[in-house]
């Protein structure tokens, strides 16, 4: 089994990534993916601490981590229809170019 460290160093690494296609891109797929990067990171640190805990037989970590894919799931699903409705509306997935919000 590999240290914690090089877990949260793995981690870190995928959260940087993923901050990094947010901040940076305009796209809203890419800034999609980013997210996901970032809800991965967090699940892997979840995992590493649950695994190198003093009770590793416990289900506590695995159970947080299913819970946060569940979450993760539904904001996919909720970003694409956004995502989708946007492209509809301005034939475009640039988030520069939706300069206007309309119910």
Same mark, same amino acid.
């Given at each position: +089994? &590999? ?8 981690? &870190? ?5 993923? =901050? &990094?296609? *947010? ?5 809203? =797929?890419?800034?999609? +993916?980013?997210? /996901?990067? +970032? ?26 981590? +299913? ?5 993760? &799931?539904? /904001? ?6 956004? *995502? ?8 475009? *997935?640039?988030?520069?170019? *939706?300069?206007? =919000?309309?119910?």
């Amino acid at each position: +089994m &590999a240290p914690l460290h090089q877990y949260l160093l793995l981690s &870190a690494l995928l959260f940087g990534i993923g =901050l &990094a296609g *947010v901040l940076t891109r305009r796209n809203g =797929l890419i800034t999609l +993916m980013g997210i /996901e990067l +970032m809800l991965n990171a967090a699940n892997l640190n979840f995992i590493a601490f649950w695994r190198h805990s003093p009770n590793p037989e416990a289900i506590e970590g695995v159970l947080l981590t +299913m819970f946060a894919i569940g979450v993760a &799931a539904a /904001e996919v699903a909720v970003g694409l229809a956004l *995502v989708i409705a946007i492209y509809r509306r301005y034939r475009s *997935v640039n988030l520069d170019e *939706v300069d206007q =919000l309309k119910g």
